[in-house]
């Protein structure tokens, strides 16, 4: 049953892309860089834009969205047996995601960066862009734990030239064990969280995007959760989930590996495409076999 649904997100220093003469968030990678690069220099902000790089499933989430931007797919849509990643347009997202780095936009220690790190970087602010989860929002306006109070804006995953947005698609559910001997006692549970009562009081509270589409009316929702107003209008639309696999797992485990190598300089984008679409190529006909 879902519980709150998430997509990747780009978050900004609203006031310091208004005094820089920026009037929005940049659209394209290009345009982040650019302002990111002239942001640092101007105010001497130290990282102009944080994300989760690590070897893990974040990373994998962060990873695709770079190549979905430039054109590029992992699997086939039409046929999910079938590898499409080594192509010009994924390794142009991967690419895209080293020079982040190399153009002294992210921090090399970025490839170890997960949600705890980029968040507490950007609530510090010490960073001008940070990609992360809608309940980033509910961090940043809690005067306790950040000093960007009120100075941040929310807007779509950037893109290459001429491509779509996309975020990846995340989100969080109940399941029932079929083995359990209480799941009347879960099913009311479940049935209690996912309430509509219940699913407002946890979007005010933490910005978590419900899953029931009429809280996309609710006024107060509207006005008080910006990234709720922003999923209505532009997320909804725009995520993609992880490649759809039966054996995904396996094929999570390299992608994060080649992501994290491709980010960090280990290996060129070339390279993680070219070793990636040997490696998911194994793992899909191992599926095929074991299925």
Aim: charged fraction near 25%; glycine fraction near 10%; proline fraction near 6%.
């Amino acid at each position: 049953m879902p519980w709150y649904t998430d997509g990747g997100l780009l978050y900004y220093r609203e006031d310091l892309l208004e005094k820089a003469g920026y009037s929005g968030p940049p659209k394209t990678w290009d345009e982040l860089i650019e302002q990111a690069q002239k942001i640092q220099k101007d105010e001497g902000i130290e990282y102009g834009f944080v994300f989760q790089g690590s070897e893990y499933e974040g990373g994998v989430c962060n990873g695709c969205e770079y190549i979905w931007t430039h054109g590029g797919d992992i699997l086939d849509p039409n046929d999910p047996s079938k590898v499409i990643i080594d192509s010009p347009e994924a390794t142009a997202g991967l690419a895209t995601w080293r020079s982040l780095i190399e153009n002294g936009v992210s921090p090399q220690a970025v490839e170890q960066y997960t949600e705890d790190q980029s968040d507490g970087t950007f609530s510090r602010g010490d960073a001008v862009f940070e990609r992360c989860w809608p309940y980033v929002y509910a961090v940043v306006q809690d005067p306790k734990a950040s000093k960007v109070v009120d100075k941040v804006g929310i807007a779509p995953i950037p893109v290459g030239e001429g491509d779509q947005s996309y975020s990846t698609l995340g989100g969080w559910n109940f399941f029932i064990n079929a083995t359990s001997d209480k799941q009347e006692e879960a099913w009311e549970f479940i049935r209690w969280m996912t309430d509509p009562e219940q699913m407002t009081t946890y979007a005010l509270e933490s910005s978590r995007n419900p899953t029931r589409l009429g809280l996309y009316e609710d006024q107060e929702i509207l006005e008080k959760v910006p990234v709720t107003r922003l999923a209505k209008e532009v997320i909804i639309d725009n995520t993609r989930p992880r490649p759809l696999s039966p054996v995904y797992s396996d094929m999570s485990l390299e992608l994060a590996k080649q992501f994290n190598a491709a980010l960090g300089g280990d290996v060129s984008p070339e390279q993680a495409v070219s070793k990636l679409q040997s490696d998911l190529g194994r793992i899909a006909e191992e599926g095929q076999k074991i299925g």
